[in-house]
């Protein structure tokens, strides 16, 4: 049996009927072809497939559709004005935050949450807010860099 | 300061973009029409018989389209080596580990594909089962192998000088011991491959693999494909550190499947399936003795080592050898003893991890330089500085250190720390919980042999210049799997070419564009680098050629820079070519002007008078190494070298160890690209970091693993990682194109014998097993202290 859901994704609004045990995530992927939200461990361990569900941060495989239902979800391809990159994807690309990139999209929607929130975090709460994604390419040097220089830039 | 537009600066990774906006394809991104889901059926038992296998009911569900067992395939034995090849497709005659591929189904949806699975129906009939790999080789141990005896998959015994007469002439002589245990990629994308198989017989594999010239090789000979056949393709790949060095079972499952089916197949493993497909660091257990003299001088070490390699050989016959090898330098020791056992276990099997082999030896021998130079009274950092190899020194196992910055590094840290000042304390105690230690290490920049034995070039690199003018193409089969190669291979081919780097397209990673051995033993800057730069030399030469004989200028006044061709000395009439150009471009928008040739024009030019301009480059490593068995593994065209000091507090009360600050120097020769040196230095002290400190495969009494998920097996958080310093020390390595060498694996050395020596400095106390969970630390830090503790007795004597 499938639900009817209406959810808004990146901007654009989908009518989508789907069974009570797909997840967020393979809806992402599987359905809408948003292969950006990467699967890492389907358990809410790693924070690649990390989307902004209303603007909070989420670990998409462990949120069912059906609980998207009336939400409004930011994926990383909805994060750049056309060829315009986000501040945070910029500073991502010129401190080198970036190495295999599995990573990548979760902590740039995990950073945005937190400016959002917090216009100028110290390094701790940089690093607190990105503790629940893994890296196992940076050391996540480089990556709290590109927050403290993403912070600077965004108005 | 040099002179280089493009190389030792910090231009930003080519693929930077498509990673930041999430279009960045992995092998799991991928769909082709028609595509089934495969599954794979693993042993639930660690070591059992197989008696009787029955696929009717999975093959009977709807959805099914094919289901394989050992019966469907060509009984091909395939492994890394060549010479203990001991893995089939499927299991045959029993399971060695749980986790044993034992049969497989593709299916039209991943749901049935795992139904299907549950209706498989095996019988096993239960083996004794071998888990400690210090057992393996006592008499009785159950048998993992029936063709390898006392379960050794390979031993070492190497003697280099005389360590007996050494040890009369040492004023001090210590043994220690230490055991790691065994740790987890845990890179973040899980395996995946995807397969297709047309009518013609050529097979393509798409896969998440770190050298898809063994993949390729491996298909063809286990699936009996002619090898110009097979074209493997990495896709985009989310980490690999090792464990994605090899062919596994999967990708063979997933050609087979393929080929069965006449359709496309995928399998993606869960993350559970990377913990038992494994292939990462072994379990090691190192016993050494190190001596001494008076004055500083390392006298001799002799060394013994055992590794759990679990069920199959994997890269454990060159792990063992490196083990051993890796410990010849960077500090001068004449005398060197190693005897070094792999051996099987009804475990997962290990292989190659960053690092290869060598990182625990490294521990252990850097801790027992602390400990000796404590008794003799001497800075551990001293102590290493009098040791220490230079620049076109020889190891006593004949390792050529053609380029060494091992003093610099140790210099580099030693001041930027301020450790002459701040690291006061030498033998006299405080225990107050803050403490600092060194370490350093060295590694490969490329093995100098394939693992197969061949003289095939290791790399080959086409550069096809546009022809249309303006550009040009990289064709590399080298593996970007997020160490920055295909970004490398950009700024290489934009400085020899003279043109901006936005002109170079980098086409890698697949076994048809070229033949390149992979990213693994620290292997692409070095060796297609040279390539590169080999291919970017003949197109440029080409080019320039056509120029010159259009123009009548000699060759040699003729330079091309920032896309711009430049006429030394005299100026150039291109007006005939540029009127050429022009007329050929009438209606586009953008035309060359001004009073210099453009590399468009000079390139179209060159395709109008000969055809296609395509520049060639390949690298082979000179022939290397001794004479002695096992003398080539450890070779290397270069070596990498890096010092690192580790700050920490220790809570007294629980053993808690908070890391402050890791700084590290390490050399690279040159650093083509800076701040790629630094992100791979960061990245190997996390590693080191996460295996010192937290990483531990944990199995229980049936050698099921009670932690293969990134919850319970745990890798470092951003609030686990210190700050991190990183210095570039360039030694100007002259067998390294624009003198480079590694980064990626001898960065990672120093790690763990850092944080042990830290830990030492702020308590007094020795820990002798890792992780560092702080149950260890606080028994060694009662120990220590003279207290003991409820337990001690349990931890076992290792070796």
Known sequence: MKHDIQVTINGTSHQLAVPANRTLLELLRDDLRLTGTNKGCEAGDCGACTVLLDGDPVPSCLVLAVQADGCDVLTIEGLASGNRLHPIQQAFVDTGAVQCGYCTPGMILVSLALLRKNPHPDEAEIRGALSGNLCRCTGYQKIVQAVQAAAKEMP | MNSYRVLNSRVARVDAVEKVVGKAVYTDDMVVSGMLYGAILHSPVAHARILSIDTSLAKALPGVKAVLTHADTGHVKFGVSPARYDETIFCEDKVRYVGDEVAAVAATDPGTAMKALDLIKVVYEPLPILLDGLRAMEPGAPKVHERFHRNICQEVHWHFGDVDAARAQADFVRTDSLSSKM???????????LAQYDHNGYLTLYSSTQTT???????????????????????????GFGPKAACSSMELITALLAMKTGRPVKITFDREQVFLHSRARHQFFHKMTTGIRRDGTISFL????IMDGGAYSSFGIASVYYAGSLLGGPYRLANMKYDGYRVFTNKPVSGAQRGHGAVIARALFEVQLDRLAEEIGMDPLELRLKNVMETGDTTCNELDMSSLGMRECLEAVRERTGWNSRRTKGSSH???????GVAAGFFVSGAGYPIYRSRTHHCTVEIKVAEVGGGVTVRSGAAEIGQGSDTMLAMITAEVLGIPMEDVKVLSGDSDLSVDLGAYSSRTTLMTGHATRQAAMDARKQILEVLAEKTGIPLDALDIRDGFVHVQGSQMDFASIRKEYLGEHRGFPTQPHGDLLTFAEASRLAFLERGSIIGKGSYRPPPLGGSFKGAAVGTSPAFGC???????????????????????????????????VEAQMQGAMSMGLGEALMEEVKYDDQGRILNANLAEYKIPTAMDMPPLESIIVESHEPNGPFGAKEVGEGAIMPTIPAVLNALYDATGAMVTELPL??????RAIKKARGETSRGDGDTREQV
């Open chain 2, 183 to 193: 740790q987890d990629g845990a890179f973040l994308e899980p395996q995946s491959a």
């Open chain 2, 213 to 239: 010239h063994y993949v390729h090789r491996t298909l063809a000979m286990v699936l009996d494909i002619p090898l110009h056949k097979v074209r493997v393709v990495k896709p985009y790949v989310g980490g």
């Open chain 2, 302 to 305: 002799e060394h013994h080592c």
């Open chain 2, 430 to 436: 405080k225990a107050d919980g803050h403490g600092m």
């Open chain 2, 642 to 676: 890096s010092a690192q000091v580790a700050e920490l507090n220790v809570d007294m009360e629980t053993g808690q160890i908070h890391m402050e600050r890791i700084t590290g120097a390490h050399d690279c020769g040159f650093a083509i690209n800076r701040t790629q």
């Open chain 2, 773 to 778: 969970t702080p149950e260890r630390v606080l």
